[in-house]
């Protein structure tokens, strides 16, 4: 059985020791076509799979399932791995630095930048439902925006920017996630007041103890609440 000081350490290992875990993706013709080729050149794989330890000469894979895939088809005896750490994270990071799990960022606090790679990468997808955006609106629109305070990317499709909900907001669920702040007690800026609606302004008016609020309708609350508390 393997200890604390395997971890990180490159590993020859039986391959009916490991469990395949989540398994791959990959089409049937890659990892026939691939196993082939790795039985002609050596049957040995160069790149190791990534495995946590799960018994007493027992493990799973967690990252780089495509090549356990391939050793398996080709009926390889012994595959090279690398042991993790047993955690979620270390599995996580494992998948996505394999290229089987797309990485997230969060977009209450992303850079201009980062949006705008993000949403680039979505709109070349092969058959993208976001290649119609313009992708210098979309992302000065959610860049200033404030999405610090988000707590649905549905907010997205308010902005004007082409991207409803459905297959569009779909796309940028798969990079984007939210960690939104509370909303302060005072707020006047028109952009935030504008991103809420109706009712929630009209919350915010009564906590401020403003009056004659009731029957106006959501520009008006916001040219209200615009100013600020004396």
């Known amino acids: 059985m393997s200890s604390l000081s395997d ?3 490159l590993m020859h290992l039986y391959l009916d020791e490991i ?3 989540k398994g791959t993706d990959a089409p049937e013709f890659l990892i026939l076509a691939s196993a ?13 799979v990534i495995i946590k330890e799960i018994g007493e000469d027992k493990y799973e894979v ?10 398996e088809e080709a009926g390889l005896e012994k595959i090279w791995c690398i042991i993790a750490e047993d955690d979620e994270d270390t599995a996580k990071i494992s998948r996505v630095l394999a290229g089987e799990e797309i990485p997230k960022i969060n977009l209450s606090k992303a850079s201009r930048d ?33 999405r610090q305070y988000w707590k649905s990317l549905n907010e997205i499709t308010k902005l004007k920017c082409a991207i409803s909900r459905g297959k569009k907001l779909d796309m ?6 939210l960690t939104p702040q509370p909303l302060p ?28 609020y009731s ?14 508390p004396d």
């Open 62 to 71: 967690i990252g780089n399932s495509f090549i356990y895939a391939v050793a």
């Open 172 to 177: 940028l669920k798969q990079v984007f996630y």
């Open 19 to 21: 469990d395949p875990g």
């Open 185 to 212: 007690d005072v707020i006047t800026d028109p952009a935030l007041l504008n991103s809420m609606t109706a009712a929630e302004l009209k919350k915010m008016a009564k906590k401020r103890d403003i009056t004659g």
């Open 36 to 48: 082939q080729l790795l039985l002609q050149k050596g049957e040995r794989n160069w790149i190791p």
């Open 114 to 146: 980062e949006i705008a790679s993000a949403l680039q990468y979505l709109v070349e997808r092969p058959g993208s439902a976001l290649k119609g955006i313009k992708l210098s609106v979309a992302t000065n629109r959610i860049d200033e925006a404030p």
């Open 215 to 228: 029957k106006l309708k959501k520009p008006e609350l916001v040219d209200l609440l615009r100013q600020s």
């Open 7 to 9: 971890v990180g350490n």
